[in-house]
């Protein structure tokens, strides 16, 4: 019985975990995703400068300037044509929660003096509208050389902590049905022996007080009996 249960709980917890590392991976931009995206382009920190905005659809989250080939088999208007630093920005993006970051000049346009935002800082705020691709559900990935390769660590960040901790709550709550049952089974068994005993006591007192009345008509009848003799023998003697 306790080996089943501890089976049932471990199943448990592990199709729990594996829906939430699955939910969260597609609901998050990852390196190597093509995603649809909205953003909007500041010219200062405080995000009042609007330089430019619209959606972008297909954006490929990669390095470089080149979609992979199995990427494009999928979605074949998949574009890389984006600023270094503008697809890191998206990597680690919720699908629908905006998120802002900022590219400095010197990783913006600064190698091309004819440009019009050439030596400027840029503050972009996206959103992921769509992930397109996810890279996540192919057997190839990519990699980067940049220290935004990894959007999702394995260890640390919230969602990691919403997942262990929904985990351990999955846990507990399995091991406090089972103990809540257990006991209950427990109070069951302890009352039907006290119910048990119980009958067994309240039948030996009914059946002590049943030959007791059979005494006391016993006794009744003797003494009535008695009685009928001394009046006849009182009887015959005044004769």
Known sequence: MFSRKVVFITILLSFYLNVSIYATAASTANW???VNVYYELYLDSAYSN??????ISN????PGYAVPSYVLEVVPDA???FLEKFKEGIVGATVNQPKAFKINAADGYANDPTHELYGADLYFRIT????????SANTTTTTSTTSTTSSKPLIGGVDTLVILGGGALVLLGGFGYWSYRSSRSMR???TGERSSSFSRQERITKEKDQLKELRELTDSMRSSEELSEEKEV???RRR
């Open 188 to 190: 069951s068994a302890m």
């Open 79 to 81: 574009n890389a044509g």
């Open 59 to 62: 954006v490929y989250l990669g």
């Open 50 to 55: 609007l330089k430019e905005q619209g959606p």
């Open 234 to 236: 009182k009887f015959r």
């Open 32 to 34: 190597g995703d093509v």
């Open 128 to 135: 992921v509208t769509e992930i397109v691709y996810d890279a």
